[in-house]
């Protein structure tokens, strides 16, 4: 969070006229996209915000819960499903309500969306969602246009952060005349790129209050056959709507190749092509044909230039023009100027670029890695210790699948370890004892039915709740067992022990993550207990909320025997030196990165590692 | 805007790289405000996420009259800063061959990755390339022991100033 909205945060807290002036200031600021779209929800009066944290969208929430309280119920919601009922419980309210999520999030949030979509609002009701091209944090490159063409709701794609505020806040009067949910559609490169942005005052929509129409708000079949015809006129009326030159940009130029494009994707044709006569639509769903296809008999050639799938592409298929599109562009990973080129010039549209001759230097390898003193490093030791098979998810602990600890077998979606497991010990040949890792906030999102299910079923399992009291691969969100909300207020917080018995599991331990021997010591009895055992491991992040820095450890040189044991925690903050021992190297501690967990000194055979001010 | 913007001068484009802690989006943040206050359109993209985690962090830092493209197209960037040397050269071919200048720091980050091999012998597998090399093969630039430098002048944590 940068210094201005900490600021914002301070200042907000009365209620001053002078505070609220600041707020509402028409200024000019670079802001990452993500910070854009929040500031757009907050203009357009939204009242109720709820997410869960997810790269490239986390920062959304995040900037929300800065604005006045009164301004904005904002939160961090269990996961997904939950924000968007939060969110349309909002709506059926009759005020202004937003849910953001990334991808893979609609997924899990899906469910409510396919109903809403035939019930449609009351108060504005918007869903940010953050598409990932590239797969720089996530499990796939799914295309939320799919999702929205599928769910018929409209798609708005913004192309840099000020057409993310602007698009947020026309998203909320779309909801509201068309009487449908909107999609706000990022890209991880757009919510993370800083551009300059106008903001504008915030303007306050009196609350509706609760629309009392049962064949509206109860989606029962009788209801939804009535809703379905209205969907579908939604639809034409959208695509009519769309067709303003406002919304559906036609930039003149030379008309030998006409370019259509959309989102992020706009910029590298600019880049690349300037001069090309090009259509810039807002909005990849529903599609203004009339305008599209003026356009599209005003020039030679059509390209479709657009990120992922072939959304547009396909649908000026179906609508009998000829467009050319993903023949050329990629239909995977992210795009770049450079990516937009070759794919232009590979149609014969621009000359190939004389590609400069590579420098020959070596690259390092550089996966990321658990951080130095990391808690989830002893699970994965413990997991290893008893040969495992080993179901793990989503979070930090995935990265414990590559070199050197590689202990986990498999990685599928939130909260899908512990069901996994189930249907591993259910296949009935595994020799290996069965375990599920899974994070507090993961659990907690997706585990919960599944440790049911595993109880109900007696599947003979291990669960392994990963505690470290935060959300952290996103950054450091609270959470429901964190005791804190998004506003940094206390709360209940969620006991794992207590949850976990409430669920009917008979055998449970909480262990120090940091206390090897225990926690090699509970898994140990743990898969030893017939059924489902659940260890909990406790242990504070090391970076969030608070950084944990303490007494550095030190190798005595002498005492080293080179065994390379310590070398197999993957911690950051060993290495080998340059004294070696019959052909191995011995190790060297980085006493700036070092935290003192003492995980290491725990592990060496020869006791050589001690803290330095011991 | 509209698309006549072949006659705007091209963006100036400087690209920021490091490893997660080393303030390499701090750095391109503070660059992004200062052109944006002489009066020049900025983008500055950077991917968040795994930064924190060890891996290597970029950030593309774009400004000029009008800036596309968020991201500086491979071979176009004016300046490449790096503050660990191997996340330097994994860039290099980012860099303008022709006129772009190389800054980088030499302190060496070895990645727990480098020591996966459990070989008899074994080194660790990090860019072999010496600074000297580097630096008369690109022609234009620094290599400086910052680290070496902060920490003489008493701050360790000063080698991104």
Request: net charge negative; with cysteine; proline share 6%.
């Amino acid at each position: 969070m940068d210094a201005e909205a900490q600021t914002r945060e301070r200042g907000t807290a009365s209620d001053d006229a002078a505070a609220r002036a600041a707020l509402d200031a028409v200024t000019t600021r670079p802001m990452i996209g993500n910070e854009a779209i929040a500031r757009g929800a907050w203009e357009a009066g939204v009242r109720v915000a709820a997410a869960y944290p997810g790269t490239p969208s986390t920062e959304i929430m995040e900037f929300l819960g800065t604005y006045p309280s009164g301004d904005i119920a904002a939160q961090w919601s269990t996961n997904e499903k939950v924000a968007m009922d939060v969110a349309i419980g909002g709506s059926f309210a009759g005020v202004r309500s937003l849910t953001a999520m990334k991808h893979v999030g609609l997924n899990v949030a899906s469910d409510p969306l396919m109903s809403q979509t035939y019930i449609g609002v009351n108060g504005g009701l918007v869903i940010v969602v953050c598409d990932d091209p590239g797969i720089h944090s996530s499990q796939n490159e799914q295309d939320t246009r799919l999702f929205a063409r599928f769910a018929q709701v409209p798609v708005l794609e913004p192309a840099d952060a000020q057409e993310a505020l602007d698009f947020t806040r026309w998203a909320f009067e779309i909801s509201e005349q068309f009487d449908t949910p909107v999609i706000v559609r990022s890209t991880t490169r757009l919510s993370h790129t800083r551009s300059p942005v106008t903001t504008g005052p915030r303007i306050e929509h009196e609350p509706l209050g609760f629309n009392e129409d049962p064949v509206k708000n109860v989606i029962i079949p009788a209801h939804a056959r009535l809703a379905h015809p209205r969907v579908l006129e939604r639809e034409a009326k959208l695509a009519a709507y769309f067709d303003d030159p406002e919304f559906t940009r036609w930039e003149e130029g030379d008309t030998t190749v006409g370019v259509i494009t959309v989102s992020t994707a706009y910029a590298y044709v600019k880049e690349v092509l300037p001069d090309a006569a090009t259509l810039k639509l807002a909005a990849s769903y529903p599609l203004p044909m009339e305008r599209i296809r003026a356009f599209c008999q005003s020039v030679g050639r059509v390209i479709v230039v657009e990120e992922l799938e072939p959304v547009v592409e396909t649908a000026l298929h179906a609508a009998g023009i000829a467009a050319e599109g993903k023949a050329w562009l990629p239909r995977v990973g992210e795009f770049s100027p450079e990516v937009v080129r070759e794919a232009l010039a590979k149609a014969g549209v621009l000359e190939a670029g004389a590609e400069q001759e590579p420098w020959a230097v070596t690259p390092t390898m550089r996966p990321p890695v658990l951080c130095s003193g990391c808690p989830h490093t002893t699970a994965y030791m413990a997991v290893r210790a008893v040969e495992g098979r080993v179901a793990g998810d989503i979070g930090c602990y995935t990265l414990a699948a590559v070199d050197p600890l590689k202990a986990i077998d498999t990685c599928v979606s939130m909260g899908s370890s512990i069901g996994n497991a189930v249907g591993l010990a259910k296949a009935g040949h595994e020799t290996r004892p069965i375990i599920a890792t899974i994070g507090d906030s993961t659990f907690l999102h997706g585990g919960i039915p599944a440790l049911i299910d595993a109880v109900y079923n007696e599947a003979d399992i291990t669960v392994m709740i990963l505690d470290n009291h935060i959300v952290a691969m996103t950054g450091g969100q609270d959470h429901p067992g964190t005791g804190k909300t998004l506003r940094g207020e206390e709360t209940h917080r969620i006991d794992f022990e207590e949850m976990v018995r409430a669920c009917g599991v008979q055998w449970v331990r909480t262990v120090d993550a940091y206390d090897v021997a225990s926690t090699y010591q509970a898994l140990r009895e743990a898969i030893e207990h017939r059924g489902v055992s659940v260890v909990v491991t406790n242990r504070p992040c090391v970076l969030d909320p608070v950084k944990i820095k303490g007494a550095p450890m030190r190798v005595r040189a002498d005492g080293c025997t080179a065994c390379q044991s310590c070398m197999n925690l993957g911690c950051p903050s060993i290495g080998w030196s340059d004294e070696m021992l019959d052909g191995f190297h011995k190790v060297t501690i980085d006493e700036s990165t070092c935290i003192g967990c003492t995980l290491c000194a725990q592990i060496c055979p020869s006791d050589c590692i001690r803290p330095v001010a011991g | 805007m509209d698309g006549s913007s072949q006659k705007t001068p091209a963006p100036r484009n400087v690209l920021i790289v490091g490893v997660g802690g080393q303030g390499v989006i701090l750095v391109s943040k503070v660059l992004a405000l200062i052109c944006q206050r002489q009066g020049l359109e900025v983008k500055q993209s950077e991917v968040h996420g795994m930064a924190k985690r060890g891996g290597g962090v970029f950030s593309h830092v774009r400004f000029g009259p009008k800036v596309w493209s968020p991201t500086i197209p491979r071979g176009e960037a004016d300046v490449l800063l790096a503050m660990e040397w191997s996340e330097g050269l994994r860039w290099l071919n980012h860099m303008r061959r022709d006129g772009g200048t190389f800054i980088a720091d030499t302190r060496r980050i070895v990645p727990p990755f480098a020591f996966r091999s459990r070989k008899y012998g074994s080194q660790p597998s990090y860019s072999p390339e010496a600074p000297r090399e580097v630096m008369e093969m690109v022609g234009s630039g620094y290599a400086l022991d910052a680290s070496q430098i902060a920490a003489d002048l008493g701050e360790k944590r000063a080698a991104n100033t």
